[in-house]
């Protein structure tokens, strides 16, 4: 078990304190959902897992207009409330490779839990889309459609594909773990809009 320096009402509550539009907070709470199957899988830590998935955009309501600033930001966020390096590093490891964050650029995942974290929030914008489409239906979603659709590079188009395959180096099957998502992200359909 793993100390955290807060309980996830008191994430949460963080979250909320910046003007969250909705979408963003559903895409924590899925990430989130995401990581504590993941880690279930794992046998991990479900709660710091779950953590981080819920914190990893923690800036993202202050940064979306200045992508060069998230990440960046996050750390200072993380600090204050008491997180330790380690967290904060994976924090920012989703953002390793993208040119947007010119600080971020150079780096490579190397931990599968740095790999769980990029494949699991970038996984989130093809389910949830997926699910829009069938009338916000997720209670009956296959692996095997879902599959369909992520090798559709024209459906969410912005997900970036390679990034979601970083799964198969954490020792997952995409098959594995578009189930796991799906499982995850059902559990809290209701907190998501979804049915």
């Not at 692996?143 to 198969?168: G, H, M, Q, S, Y």
Request: net charge negative; charged share 35%; glycine share 6%.
């Amino acid at each position: 078990m793993t100390d955290l320096p807060m309980t996830r009402e008191e994430a949460i509550e963080l979250l909320k304190s910046m003007s969250q539009q909705e979408s963003d907070m559903n895409h924590y709470l899925e990430s989130e959902a995401i990581m504590r199957g993941l880690a279930k899988k794992f046998d991990e830590d479900e709660d710091y897992w779950g953590m981080l998935g819920l914190l990893h955009d923690v800036d993202w309501a202050l940064t979306k207009d200045n992508t060069e600033e998230h990440c960046k930001k996050a750390e200072e966020i993380l600090r204050e409330k008491g997180f330790d390096d380690k967290f904060i590093k994976i924090v920012q490891s989703h953002g390793y490779g993208w040119d947007e964050m010119p600080f971020l650029k150079d780096k490579k995942r190397k931990e599968k839990v740095e790999f769980c974290l990029a494949s699991a929030e970038t996984l989130t914008g093809i389910i949830y889309a997926y699910a829009l489409m069938r009338g916000k239906r997720i209670s009956d979603m296959e692996v095997k459609c879902l599959k369909k659709k992520f090798k559709d590079k024209t459906f969410a188009a912005n997900c970036n594909r390679e990034i979601i395959r970083e799964i198969e180096k954490a020792g997952l099957s995409l098959d594995e773990f578009f189930g796991i998502a799906i499982d995850g992200i059902k559990s809290i359909k209701g907190d998501v809009g979804l049915i």
